[in-house]
């Protein structure tokens, strides 16, 4: 286990490696500069401009400015915002928690409503019970969450005033955004554990267990499930890097200070250090949880063995 | 006298049974249609402002009311299904393309070839796919051709994984050593015995990532960062409407509306050809 565990995350290095070389490439084809940006409106001769593009180092060759990239980036400077002047490091901790709250919420809300809906849907396939299950699905794979979000904000906001409909703040600021961005995730659990249960129902271990007289719902749950458990937590995984993407649009809707409301304000002002970082930590966040997905597989089955 | 039963002919009758299916292929021939037609099915210009008429609710005259100029919401959702449908179309042929070209030289070739553009894709796959998108937006710059262009780049790693391991299972079959065995050339094998074992998982895909391409492509248009205005969006209309919610809902209603029903139906026809030519995919 421990060498795969080396093995899995030394393959990782070339991988981020790669993820900030297109990060870095993604800002340096702008056509203009940071300093254009930053100099854009105050009037600035062509010599200024010249002088600040020569302190920034951006008459650099490419290498060599990507090198210094990187350097920053192991170091953990992420620069100042070339539009507010304000540390990028200190605005990602002060919204970061915000955005953790959510994916979290969301995650748990796709997984809590996903795994039972897809159970009850295989124990009862082909009745009205799956086929509502499955409209449900379909309908929640097919929605964009900007909508929905504001559908929300329209019945349980606006109409019936239980919830605030924009902000930051406790359990009720938590509640909209977070059904918002977990309901495509219940879809896609819902359908992944539909169909790996209905693989392993007709297995011969769930037929021992059915002849030993345990319960229908313990032959489901503590067989089959545990079994079709390997399925949905890769899924869970690939989830989590739909939700940090969804974060982008649903913190925009519902005007929540987290990360996604910071790159998707960063990438309408043109803010190249803000927009490098968010996106880095994205992938970064996303790989991480991926290795984890990984390294559970042998946690939940036994016969899964890492060599 | 009893018809031959051909693999095409066995394909579109099992289709036919697949109710979801058949339904999803009903609902995107309809929308298609209204696309291909929208300037002779819209009861008004998509684009004509009448101050006058501003955000009236929908009624016998206006079937979807009118938004804060005064133009007619059917009429600009029915010429915003011709946008979403060629975001969709546009985004998935740039992933294909690439995706197919991708896989198919990694898996037939193998070695280093494949070692390289498999970390590439490695590399691709790191990042959330709206993420990705967003990141080459930024690259490129706000506008719906570029939007399309983004959304494609962001969705080629399923492609480029899905060609090269059927490539690499249809290498391991004996008509493909045996063409290898008499010396043709590898763009004959390639086109003439392999391509047709990639066609059908790529479909599946296909029909499926058209819907999650056109979600995707909204949600760029929402954040501002796709169609500009005046072009009838839909995802560039529902952001239109959010400032207006409570004095005007079907300004972001019908346009939601719009994208959840023309996505719907393509993953209806997506799973029903799924079921029909690839149960493995399920």
Not at chain 1, 78 to 87: A, K, N, Q
């Given at each position: 286990m421990w060498s795969y565990a080396v093995r899995r995350v030394v393959t990782l290095i070339p991988v981020l490696f790669g993820v900030s070389f297109l990060v870095f490439a993604g800002m340096y084809i702008i056509p203009g500069d940071a300093v254009d940006m930053m100099l854009?409106?105050?009037?600035?001769?062509a010599e200024d401009l010249a002088r600040l593009r020569n302190q920034l180092g951006l008459d650099d060759p490419f290498m060599v400015q990507y090198g210094r990239f990187l350097g920053q980036m192991v170091r953990g400077d992420?620069?100042?915002?070339?539009?507010?002047?304000?540390?990028v490091k200190q605005q990602i901790r002060n919204q970061l928690p915000a955005t953790i709250e959510l994916t979290m919420a969301a995650l748990a809300i796709a997984f809590l409503f996903g795994v039972p809906l897809g159970i009850v849907s295989a124990i009862k396939r082909g009745s009205w019970i799956d086929a509502v299950s499955m409209m449900i699905a379909l309908i929640g794979v097919s929605m964009p969450n900007f909508w929905l979000g504001l559908l929300f904000i329209m019945g349980f906001?606006?109409?019936?005033?239980?919830?605030?409909?924009?902000?930051?703040?406790?359990l009720d600021h938590l509640v909209m955004p977070a059904m918002t961005l977990g309901f495509s995730g219940i879809a896609v659990i819902a359908r992944v554990s539909r169909s790996s249960l209905l693989e392993v129902m007709n297995t011969d271990f769930m037929r021992t267990a059915r002849s030993k007289g345990l319960r229908e719902h313990s032959v489901v749950i503590k067989h089959g499930m545990r079994n079709a458990m390997a399925s949905v937590l890769t899924i869970v995984g690939l989830q989590f890097g739909a939700l940090l993407g969804g974060s982008v649009v649903v913190e925009t809707v519902f005007g929540r200070q987290g990360i996604g409301f910071l790159a998707a304000n960063a990438i309408q002002r043109g803010d190249f250090t803000l927009v490098q970082a968010t996106v880095m930590l994205a992938s970064l966040a996303f790989v991480l949880v991926n290795l984890l997905v990984d390294f559970s597989y042998s946690l939940l089955d036994p016969r899964i063995r890492y060599t | 006298m009893e018809q031959r039963s051909t693999p095409s002919r066995k394909v579109l009758r099992r289709f036919f049974r697949h109710r979801g299916g058949v339904l999803g292929a009903l609902l995107m021939f309809s929308l298609i249609v209204i696309a291909v037609f929208a300037p002779q099915v819209a009861?008004?210009?998509?684009l004509a402002v009448s101050p006058f008429d501003a955000?009236?609710?929908?009624?016998?005259?206006h079937w979807m009311g009118t938004d804060t100029l005064g133009r007619d919401m059917l009429s600009r959702v029915i010429f915003g299904s011709r946008i979403s449908l060629r975001l969709g179309l546009v985004s998935v042929s740039i992933a294909l393309t690439i995706g197919v070209i991708v896989g198919s030289l990694a898996g037939y070739i193998g070695g280093r070839v494949d070692d390289v553009l498999m970390r590439i894709i490695d590399v691709l796959l790191a990042f959330p796919s709206l993420i990705l998108a967003l990141l080459a937006v930024f690259a490129l710059g706000p506008g719906l051709t570029n939007a399309m262009i983004a959304v494609g780049i962001s969705a080629i790693p399923s492609y480029a994984r899905v060609t090269r391991g059927e490539v690499l299972s249809a290498k391991e079959n004996l008509y493909v050593q045996a063409a290898e065995a008499v010396g043709a050339p590898a763009l004959v094998i390639m086109f003439r015995h392999i391509l047709p074992n990639i066609i059908a998982p790529n479909i599946v895909i296909a029909a499926l990532g058209t819907g999650t391409a056109i979600l995707a492509g909204s949600a760029l248009s929402f954040l501002g960062l796709g169609a500009q205005a005046p072009t009838p969006e839909w995802g560039l209309m529902l952001a239109q409407g959010r400032g207006f919610m409570q004095l005007a809902w079907w300004l972001s209603f019908f346009p939601g509306f719009a994208i959840m029903l023309t996505v719907m139906s393509l993953n209806l026809l997506g799973d029903g050809l799924r079921d029909v030519l690839d149960p493995r995919l399920n």
């Open positions: 854009a409106e105050t009037g600035a001769t992420l620069g100042e915002s070339i539009v507010t002047g304000r540390d906001s606006l109409g019936l005033g239980w919830f605030p409909a924009a902000g930051t703040g406790g | 009861p008004f210009d998509p955000l009236l609710p929908p009624s016998t005259e």
